[in-house]
């Protein structure tokens, strides 16, 4: 009996570092919905598509934000910079890739745009609504 019970602890010792892994593991299939944001800017994700919104940028993804089984995904859609004088039919859109791994609650998303200037990777982690500065 006495062996039974250190066998007992051991596996469910186990089990419970095995569910807390599981907890903070890599995000595979569609991104939850829901804002995904931080001090550098926010990400809403919606079931078809994706918006971010940035101090100074903005950027749609016309597509459901999918992770593979590593976590990581890589899509296309269109980036556009908000400085300055804007034209009167809006910003001047471009196409972009937004590349980023989720795991557990938090995502690294960089943003490659313009024959490969990067932005990011910005910090974003889910249920947070980020709070900064805009410019003129």
């Known amino acids: 009996m006495k062996g039974n019970v250190g066998r007992y602890a051991f596996s469910c010792a186990v089990l419970l570092s095995a569910a807390a892994a599981c907890g903070a593991g890599v995000i595979s299939g569609p991104l ?8 550098q800017g926010n990400l809403d994700v919606y079931a078809d ?3 971010l919104d940035l101090p100074c940028a903005a950027g749609r993804i016309s597509a459901s934000v999918v992770a593979g089984s ?3 995904f890589d ?3 269109f ?3 908000e400085v300055g004088p804007v034209a009167a039919d809006g ?3 471009q196409p972009a890739r937004f590349r980023g791994r989720g795991a557990g609650g938090e995502i690294p998303l960089t943003v490659v745009w313009s024959d490969s200037v990067t932005v990011g990777p910005l910090q974003l982690h889910r249920g947070t609504v980020g709070t900064f500065p805009r410019c003129l």
């Open 32 to 39: 939850p919905e829901g804002v995904w944001g931080g001090p």
């Open 49 to 51: 598509s994706a918006t």
């Open 70 to 72: 590593d976590g990581t």
């Open 75 to 77: 899509l296309p859609g």
């Open 79 to 81: 980036y556009a910079v």
């Open 91 to 93: 910003p001047s859109w």
